[in-house]
Structure formats: structure tokens, C-alpha cells
């Protein structure tokens, strides 16, 4: 499993020119779920994500959490996150998960960031054409790979 966390003073999700979700400062996940996914994998991501110190305290440092700034969180489906380019130049997706597992891993991996932050999570919508605005705040960006810990 794989997430690009941005840290946010906004984001937001539209499809069909109707805004689905949005938030304002907090992080936004870009969640990519494999075939060996396993709960395992999202246990560790909503932990490490929540914890990420990447908001600054009162001496400008980056020292404070999602949770400790009571920020927002939005998370959107990207399968594209498990895409491989080790041959040629087409992205071969092999490694990403189908519908009938990626959509109840992203559905829980919503819903334990909603248990873990102590509010609802913004959502996008599994397989919809999206489209994703955000103000990257930094900017920050950080990616982690649940497989290399």
C-alpha cells in the first residue's frame, strides 16, 4: 500500500462539476492499495500519517500533527500509486489491487483515519473521474510504502 501525504491549507474533490468533498488545512492522502494489501498495511499508514509531525508550533518548527492541529483529512483512490516503470515507457499496473479488494481496503483505511484523527474524512469516489485541487502548504509532500518500513 502506498500514500502521498500533502500537507494542505485546502483541498478538494469534484466530479461531474459537483464538489464531493473538501477541506481546509490538514493532509491530503493519495491511497494506493495493492494485491498482497492486508490490513496490516493500513494499520500502519493511518498511524504513521496521523502522527507525521509536519505542522509547525508556535517557533515555526514542523513539531505538531494532523491531530495535534485538529487539521482535516481528505483521502483519494489512486490506483496509479502501484504503477511500475521498470520497462519501457507504459506504466504496467499488475501490482494494484481490483475493485473487489481495493475498494474495501479504502473504505477502511477512511474509516480507521476517521477513528483515529476524531472526525469524518473526506472522500472521494472509488473509479470516478476525479478531479483533485489542492494549495500545497510548504510545500510538503511525503510519500510512504506500507511494504518498506
Excluded: W
Excluded at 500533502?6 to 474533490?13: E, H, K, L, P, Y
Excluded at 481546509?24 to 494489501?37: A, P, Q, R, S, Y
Excluded at 515507457?89 to 494494484?96: G, M, T, V
Amino acid at each position: 500500500m502506498r500514500v502521498v501525504i500533502q500537507r494542505v491549507a485546502s483541498a478538494s474533490v469534484t466530479i461531474d462539476s459537483k464538489v464531493k468533498s473538501s477541506i481546509g488545512k490538514g493532509l491530503m492522502i493519495l491511497l494506493g492499495v495493492g494485491h498482497e494489501d492486508e490490513i496490516a498495511d493500513i494499520d500502519y499508514l493511518v498511524k504513521k500519517a496521523a502522527a507525521l509531525r509536519i505542522f509547525d508550533d508556535d517557533a515555526g518548527v514542523m513539531n505538531r500533527s494532523v491531530v495535534d492541529i485538529e487539521g482535516e483529512v481528505l483521502v483519494v483512490s489512486q490506483f496509479t500509486l502501484m504503477a511500475s516503470t521498470k520497462k519501457g515507457n507504459r506504466p504496467s499496473y499488475i501490482e494494484a489491487a481490483g475493485h473487489e479488494k481495493a475498494i474495501p481496503m479504502y473504505e477502511e483505511f477512511c474509516r480507521r483515519m476517521s477513528d483515529t484523527i476524531g472526525r469524518p474524512v473526506g472522500t472521494g469516489e472509488f473509479g470516478a473521474d476525479m478531479k483533485v485541487s489542492l494549495i500545497n502548504d510548504g510545500p510538503v509532500t511525503i510519500c510512504i510504502d506500507s511494504k518498506n518500513r
